[in-house]
């Protein structure tokens, strides 16, 4: 059933060519367009900001402050990764392309509105929530 090949035939008989290189190209645009970043950090940042303004009381300062950098640290290192070499031809989807495709997930492609809904429908509850919060605080007082 199977045929041994010496070294030596082979050799004569093969042609040998230095192994390929593989390059690994690594994305790292996180698939969503910059706007709905945005719009999540400013619901964030909002929600500390209304809780600032509507509970002005000078120990909340330090913890508001704590959390604010928390907030911008944690969706500005990301940013900061993305741009690290090596250099990448992966792009971050325009608003064009994801209008027209939408999203891959993993239990399905989702339109735009599905997505965009899916990533800032906890950020608006938060901020939605601190409205809430100092307009039920400013009734009691």
Request: cysteine-free; overall charge positive.
């Given at each position: 059933?199977?045929?041994?090949f010496s070294r030596?035939?082979?050799?004569?008989q093969?042609r040998?060519?230095?192994?390929?290189?593989?390059h690994h190209?690594?994305?790292?645009?996180?698939?969503l367009?910059?706007?709905?970043?945005?719009?999540?950090?400013?619901l964030y940042l909002g929600f500390?900001?209304?809780m600032a303004?509507g509970?002005?009381?000078?120990?909340l300062?330090?913890?508001?402050?704590i959390f604010?950098?928390?907030i911008?640290?944690?969706?500005?290192?990301?940013?900061?990764?993305?741009r690290l070499?090596?250099e990448t031809?992966?792009?971050?989807?325009?608003?064009s392309r994801?209008?027209?495709q939408?999203?891959a997930?993993h239990t399905?492609?989702l339109?735009?509105r599905d997505a965009?809904v899916?990533?800032l429908?906890?950020?608006?509850?938060?901020?939605?929530w601190?409205?809430i919060?100092?307009?039920?605080?400013?009734?009691?007082?």
């Open positions: 059933m199977v045929k041994h030596e035939l082979v050799a004569e093969a040998i060519v230095e192994a390929p290189v593989k190209e690594v994305d790292r645009t996180f698939e367009p910059k706007g709905l970043y945005v719009a999540t950090v400013g500390l900001a209304v303004t509970l002005p009381t000078a120990g300062a330090i913890p508001m402050a604010a950098f928390f911008v640290a944690g969706f500005g290192v990301p940013m900061i990764w993305t070499a090596p031809k992966s792009k971050q989807m325009n608003w994801f209008r027209s939408g999203i997930t399905g492609r339109p735009m965009a899916q990533v429908i906890l950020p608006a509850i938060v901020f939605s601190g409205i919060a100092v307009t039920i605080a400013s009734i009691v007082r």
